[in-house]
């Protein structure tokens, strides 16, 4: 079983919904939780960055980790077709504090 | 304000051929990492470097080796090319601080084809 899952889409939405990307993980003692963007041919760039269990807002972006349920999300409100791209969850801490543990990615499309 | 910048973006090499790929930061970051990104796999660290002097094995390091030539430069070698190392590169830096880490800075990635 891997440590991070994530539904790896394609998930195709209608400009202007509201969009919610999720991952679960197995490691309890993971405390810090990140979002990357990836556009097509171009490296992973940090959205949102987060310490143990909470929401955090940053313009239209929401990160939500529920350390209970090893369960975070990230919302994209307001979408446009400019987030069309893969959206990679990422955590670590505990035994893996020296290393970033990456979920396999979102494709992510918004239809104008 | 270049980041992480990686040299080349593409290379084709035959089976048995050597290359090295070349990264460097300018963030100042203490740690640099060498991923491989395949469709389904996601990101798969194959070495990481915590600091100068010092490297380590990741998860998929065999037909890998690195050196971290100063706090700048961590480059990755292909000693013998094989068709199943067909992929995107990664190298990201970050810094280590205590029992954590600051998230990961990326470079665009060079795509390696072995034929």
């Known amino acids: 079983q891997k440590e991070v899952e994530q539904d790896p889409g394609p998930l195709s939405v209608p400009e202007g919904a509201i969009v919610s990307l999720n991952c679960t993980y197995s490691n309890s003692a993971f405390q810090y939780f990140m979002w990357y963007r990836q556009y097509s041919r171009k490296g992973p760039e940090l959205l949102m960055y987060t310490y143990s269990s909470g929401n955090k807002e940053d313009g239209r972006f929401t990160a939500q980790v529920d350390k209970s349920s090893k369960y975070i999300s990230l919302f994209i409100r307001d979408s446009q077709p400019s987030d069309s791209a893969t959206y990679l969850c990422a955590m670590t801490g505990g035994s893996s504090a020296s290393k970033i543990i990456f979920g396999s990615g979102t494709r992510l499309s918004i239809r104008p | 304000n270049a980041g992480v910048t990686q040299t080349p973006k593409f290379q084709v090499l035959k089976t048995g051929q050597s290359m090295t790929l070349q990264c460097a930061q300018d963030m100042n970051h203490n740690s640099m990492y060498w991923y491989r990104q395949d469709p389904g796999m996601g990101l798969r660290l194959i070495y990481y470097?915590?600091?100068?002097?010092?490297?380590d094995k990741g998860e998929v390091p065999n037909g890998y080796n690195v050196s971290r030539l100063n706090k700048r430069e961590f480059s990755l070698r292909l000693e013998s090319a094989a068709p199943s190392q067909t992929s995107v590169y990664f190298c990201a830096s970050s810094e280590l601080t205590g029992y954590s880490n600051q998230p990961q800075h990326f470079g665009d990635g060079t795509r390696l084809s072995i034929l």
């Open positions: 470097s915590a600091s100068e002097g010092t490297t």
